[in-house]
């Protein structure tokens, strides 16, 4: 006679995963969550640091007022070409990481070699060194300067976009040099599918642009939204961003305020990715 299990197997997955996450849970309440709402404290206070004590005037939403209605230059002035410019390179990362993940996947001479060199910069490289290639325009293309594309940019696109056009093109192979987390990512996807799916499409016939189209991407589709999502967050965290560069100790109230809006924006960011993703599986889910 067969032992009663005393949970069911959907339980032991969500406990599982409860498992698993529980470090970063910790992680967060003990190191993250008082910082976090000490910011948002701060940030309805103008703050000031004397040699007895930390002095608190309340000020209520001045410090918000004054970013979003008031001064431009705290928050519009970089935030729009800067989400025009992550507007084009989320995209150009997440198709670089999976076609270079697809291509790694194949079976050739050296591939463990390949795929090291790729993810080799996520680990060498540090914030600093990724500034500093950037600003010395290490990262720019050599045919992008040959054939002066950044100045077509400028004379057929609307001016709106044309500098981030121009940006991305100026840093273009750090942004690709940047891609070894998601093509880890999609790696590990890839495993996921059975090669007995690939075997039967074969059998029936299905050629490798089909097999890709109606096999490979739909079985990658949630790690499309996992990479895009790390992105965003990897991509608004970069050192060159304009907005981060503004939080400083310069005035700890309105840096607390500014934080929480482009905090807000970020989240605004992934709840659009979850909203797309959540309507093409919808739309993709069978009758």
């Known amino acids: 006679m067969k032992r009663k299990r005393w949970l069911s197997a959907a339980a032991v997955r969500k406990l599982e995963g409860s498992i698993m996450i529980a470090p970063w849970v910790t992680g967060f309440l003990v190191f993250i969550a008082f910082p976090l709402c000490y910011s948002l404290y701060m940030s309805f206070n103008n703050v000031k640091i004397t040699a007895s004590a930390i002095e608190y ?3 209520g939403l001045k ?4 970013i979003l209605l008031a001064d431009g230059g705290l928050l519009y002035n970089d935030l729009f070409p800067f989400l025009r ?3 084009i390179m989320i995209p150009v990362i997440v198709v670089f990481s999976l076609l270079v993940a697809i291509l790694l996947n194949q079976r050739f001479r050296g591939r463990a070699l390949f795929r090291a060199v790729f993810f080799l910069p996520v680990i060498f490289s540090t914030g600093q060194i990724i500034s500093e290639f950037i600003t010395q325009g290490e990262g720019v293309l050599s045919f992008v300067e040959q054939f002066q594309l950044a100045d077509y940019a400028a004379e057929y696109l609307p001016a709106a976009w044309a500098a981030p056009v121009v940006k991305v093109l100026s840093s273009f192979v750090l942004v690709l040099w ?3 987390v998601q093509i880890l990512i999609f790696l590990a996807g890839r495993q996921t599918i059975s090669k007995s799916v690939y075997e039967a ?3 029936d016939g299905a050629d490798p642009w089909e097999t890709f189209w109606k096999i490979t991407l739909p079985g990658l589709s949630p790690f499309i939204m996992l990479n895009s999502i790390y992105s965003v967050v990897d991509l608004f965290t970069f050192p060159s961003n304009p907005i981060i560069a503004k939080v400083n100790t ?3 109230g309105l840096s607390s305020a500014l934080a929480w809006i482009y905090l807000l924006i970020v989240m605004l960011f992934l709840g659009l990715i979850f909203y797309v993703f959540a309507r093409l599986n919808r739309s993709t889910r069978p009758i």
Do not use: D, H, L, T
């Open 85 to 87: 410019q992550s507007v």
């Open 63 to 66: 410090y918000y007022r004054e």
């Open 250 to 252: 310069s005035n700890y």
């Open 57 to 59: 005037s309340p000020v």
């Open 201 to 203: 499409a074969r059998i």
């Open 178 to 180: 940047y891609s070894g």
